[in-house]
């Protein structure tokens, strides 16, 4: 099973890089590509076509300003598509974000916070572990551990106010 993670620009990729450690803290090395829908539009329709004929399961699309390569890639395949925002200088995001959470009935696409790729990353590794139970022990495991982690930092705190 594969994830992919696209994106509009390499500029993107200081956003979805967190996307591709927790995938791989997982075990799962996604393929990556930088497809534009408004400058090489041809070739991302392309790729979303046959993103399933590869293998792919899951697909993550981050953009800025417009936002709209989550939607066109969501528009050319029947995969899920997890979009994330990424944050501009000018709107922070909040463009972005607006942009790919209101998609028309019928193109849907999962929308994650502003600049949000590792919980891209993990909502991606649950859809594949709702049929894959290695990957759901991994993500119960990695639930267990945030607990652990949360449970220390509570403690490191109450022994400092002591």
Same mark, same amino acid.
């Given at each position: 099973?594969?994830?992919?993670?696209?994106? @509009?620009?390499?500029?993107?990729? %200081?956003?979805?890089?967190?996307?591709?450690?927790? #995938?791989?803290?997982?075990?799962?090395?996604p393929?990556?590509?930088? #497809?534009s829908?408004?400058?090489?539009?041809?070739?991302?329709?392309?790729?979303?076509?046959?993103?399933?004929? %590869? @293998?792919?399961?899951?697909?993550?699309?981050?953009?800025?300003?417009?936002?709209?390569?989550? @939607?066109?890639? &969501? =528009? &050319?395949?029947?995969?899920?598509?997890?979009?994330?925002?990424?944050?501009?200088?000018?709107?922070?995001?909040? $463009?972005? /974000? /607006?942009?790919?959470?209101?998609?028309?009935?019928?193109?849907?696409?999962?929308?994650? &916070?502003? $600049?949000?790729?590792?919980?891209?990353? /993990?909502?991606?590794? %649950?859809? /594949?572990? =709702?049929? +894959?139970?290695?990957?759901?022990?991994?993500? +119960? $495991?990695?639930?267990?551990? #945030?607990?652990?982690q949360? =449970?220390?930092?509570?403690?490191?705190?109450? $022994?400092?106010?002591?």
């Amino acid at each position: 099973m594969s994830i992919a993670i696209v994106m @509009g620009s390499d500029s993107d990729w %200081r956003v979805l890089e967190d996307a591709q450690k927790t #995938l791989l803290e997982f075990g799962i090395t996604p393929e990556v590509e930088v #497809l534009s829908a408004h400058r090489t539009p041809e070739a991302m329709l392309d790729w979303s076509h046959k993103a399933s004929g %590869r @293998g792919i399961k899951v697909i993550i699309a981050g953009a800025g300003g417009a936002a709209h390569l989550p @939607g066109m890639v &969501a =528009s &050319a395949t029947s995969l899920p598509v997890i979009g994330v925002p990424i944050s501009l200088k000018n709107l922070e995001g909040i $463009d972005s /974000l /607006l942009s790919i959470a209101q998609m028309p009935a019928g193109v849907p696409v999962a929308t994650m &916070a502003i $600049d949000g790729a590792k919980n891209a990353a /993990l909502m991606a590794i %649950r859809i /594949l572990g =709702s049929s +894959d139970e290695g990957i759901l022990r991994q993500m +119960d $495991d990695y639930r267990a551990q #945030l607990k652990v982690q949360v =449970s220390e930092k509570n403690q490191k705190l109450k $022994d400092s106010l002591e």
